[in-house]
């Protein structure tokens, strides 16, 4: 069985700076991750995805990601955040069963990142 | 622009009377969801379906139900609504595995 760990609940930052979200997984086969974002009021929108191939995952709005096979994770970054990436971040992993990747996904508790001024 | 509707923003229903919440798509998606979202747990699915008439059950199915009838909508049903079942909804669609999944922008539901 998969899943994910947010270890943060909450990550606050000044605007311009640097910002990394971290996300832990478990799983002994292989996995799809994603990163999700949710405004306020606002229903889930896709961030990035990592299927296969590159470890770097570039996504919308300046975020990026990197699969660590040996290490589990699957951290999100942004080198510079505005007050508009205020939001909270949700990390997901594609639930596999024998017969391969399925359509539903597991989400971690989610971060919620407050850049502050 | 692609768009997941779902019927209500805000609910409040009485302990014990049923409840619908309602989720409209218009991707021509197989694949839609019902997740509820509390703090402190994150996103958990409720049921998923995968076809018109098909569905299976999520993480948390207890005290729900839904219906399929048509492709572009999927329905959430609380038999007996309780006040455990106060939650945001979230209702999503996908056209395949590992295809990004679209969301509605929520149903708040209040049982008191």
């Known amino acids: 069985a998969q899943s994910v760990t947010q270890l943060d609940s909450q990550v606050p930052v000044f605007e311009e700076a640097p910002v990394e979200l971290r996300c832990n997984y478990s799983s002994s086969v292989s996995v799809y991750l994603f990163w999700y974002v949710q405004y306020p009021n606002q229903g889930l929108q896709l961030l990035l995805k990592?299927?296969?191939?590159?470890?770097l995952v570039k996504g919308i709005n300046g975020f990026e990601a990197e699969f660590n096979k040996s290490q589990t994770s699957f951290h999100l970054r942004k080198p510079s955040v505005h007050i508009s990436d205020t939001a909270e971040y949700f990390c997901a992993v594609s639930r596999t069963t024998l017969g391969g990747a399925t359509n539903k996904l597991i989400f971690g508790t989610g971060t919620l990142l407050a850049v502050q001024p | 622009d692609v768009k997941v509707t779902q019927s209500s923003r805000y609910l409040v229903k009485r302990t014990g009377e049923k409840v619908f919440l309602e989720c409209v798509q218009d991707?021509?998606?197989?694949?839609m969801f019902w997740y509820r979202q509390d703090p402190g747990l994150g996103l958990r699915l409720i049921y998923f379906s995968y076809d018109v008439k098909m569905k299976e059950k999520g993480d948390i199915p207890e005290g729900y139900s839904v219906s399929r009838e048509k492709k572009e909508r999927f329905s959430l049903i609380l038999e007996s609504a309780s006040t455990n079942q106060t939650s945001m909804y979230l209702c999503?669609?996908?056209?395949?595995?590992?295809?990004?999944?679209?969301f509605g922008s929520g149903t708040q539901l209040s049982v008191l």
């Open positions: 991707m021509d998606h197989e694949n």
């Open positions: 990592y299927l296969s191939g590159s470890t």
């Open positions: 999503a669609s996908s056209g395949g595995t590992n295809e990004k999944l679209f």
